[in-house]
């Protein structure tokens, strides 16, 4: 089945801990993206990648590392958590050339 | 970053109303998304637009990519209560690589 997994699905941690929330996809997609969802503010782009090796900021970056050393991996890293990155979480990919994107479930944090 | 006006943010509806919703933007755009957010899971593309003033419908969803490439109106014909949820507009700038800017999503809401 062509999933986009998100693990963990909920995370309360502290501030200051380091997280990686992991992505992975099953399509063979290129493109992958990291969005948060905050109350009246819809989807915001964190980083996207286009590729291995290829990443780029999306509109707020800030706070947020990201890695592509695999095509079917894009782990989202907050090495220094803070309370604003308190958010729903969300992976997603697309296959080149197609406007589908294939979210993933979301991860739900909170950063105490 | 930029975002896209969605309205209305919010839509309490009976059961068998139609629903209209939209988006629109100082911006050119060339491509139009409409996607659905279901609660707890992840947004799903329903309907693609490429073309000014092009109709396009998937089932009782109607969109229509605006004639003056800033804007898009999304109807739902026939509510019914699977249809509750958050939808969401999404565009591609003119010109622009790969990134879609999003609208803040109207949430539907159905009265018992």
């Known amino acids: 089945e062509a999933q986009v997994t998100q693990n963990p699905r909920y995370l309360i941690t502290v501030t200051g801990k380091k997280l990686t929330v992991t992505c992975s996809q099953n399509?063979?997609?290129?493109?992958m993206s990291w969005y948060r969802q905050d109350p009246g503010l819809g989807l915001r782009q964190i980083y996207y990648?286009?590729?291995?090796?290829?990443?780029d900021k999306g509109d707020v970056p800030e706070g947020y590392k990201v890695s592509r050393k695999e095509k079917r991996n894009f782990p989202l890293i907050l090495e220094s958590p803070s309370p604003n990155q308190t958010s729903l979480y969300f992976c997603?990919?697309?296959?080149?050339?197609?406007?589908?994107?294939?979210f993933g479930p979301g991860t739900r944090l909170t950063v105490l | 970053g930029q975002q896209l006006n969605q309205s209305p943010q919010s839509m309490f509806i009976q059961e068998g109303e139609d629903v209209s919703m939209n988006c629109t933007s100082s911006?050119?755009?060339?491509?139009w998304l409409w996607y659905k957010q279901d609660p707890g899971e992840g947004p799903v593309l329903l309907i693609a637009?490429?073309?000014a003033g092009e109709l396009t419908s998937n089932g009782r969803l109607t969109a229509q990519f605006g004639i003056t490439r800033k804007d898009s109106f999304l109807n739902i014909s026939a509510s019914i209560p699977s249809d509750v949820g958050i939808y969401f507009c999404a565009g591609r700038l003119m010109d622009s690589n790969y990134q879609l800017i999003w609208g803040a999503g109207t949430k539907l809401i159905i009265k018992p």
């Open positions: 911006s050119i755009f060339n491509t």
């Open positions: 637009l490429y073309k």
């Open positions: 399509m063979n997609h290129e493109y």
């Open positions: 997603a990919s697309t296959q080149w050339g197609t406007d589908t994107q294939y």
């Open positions: 990648s286009m590729n291995v090796e290829v990443t």
